[in-house]
Nanobody
């Protein structure tokens, strides 16, 4: 079982920045993928960015060049640095952990609100 604790959400003006953090605890392999998803009101939950244990990162096109995902394997923590934020980035952001066997775990979500 894996537990995920997120932090760092909040309210910022368009053009501002936020940094989300997600710490994983529990028993798991050192080979895994951590990611951030988001869900805006009335919309489906979509992948934003992911990163493997080896540091291979992928991003959805809408955040490329603005968001950076990183991780500290020693702390089992993943970060999402969000710059040049836009009102359309407003959503609940969820951290996910995908174990080497394919099991997926979700954090509780953190609200990110961008005012125009």
């Amino acid at each position: 079982q894996v537990q995920l604790v997120e932090s760092g959400g909040g309210l910022v003006q368009a053009g501002g920045s936020l940094r989300l953090s997600c710490a994983a605890s529990g028993i798991f392999s050192s080979f895994n993928t951590m990611a951030w998803h988001r869900q805006a009101p009335g919309k489906q939950r979509d992948l934003v960015a992911s990163i493997t244990t080896r540091g291979v990162a992928n991003y959805v096109d809408s955040v490329k060049g603005r968001f950076t995902i990183s991780r500290d394997n020693a702390k089992n923590t993943v970060y999402l640095q969000m710059n040049s934020l836009k009102p359309e980035d407003t959503a609940v952001y969820y951290c996910t952990f995908v174990a080497s066997g394919g099991s997926r775990y979700w954090g509780q979500g953190t609200q990110v609100t961008i005012s125009s």
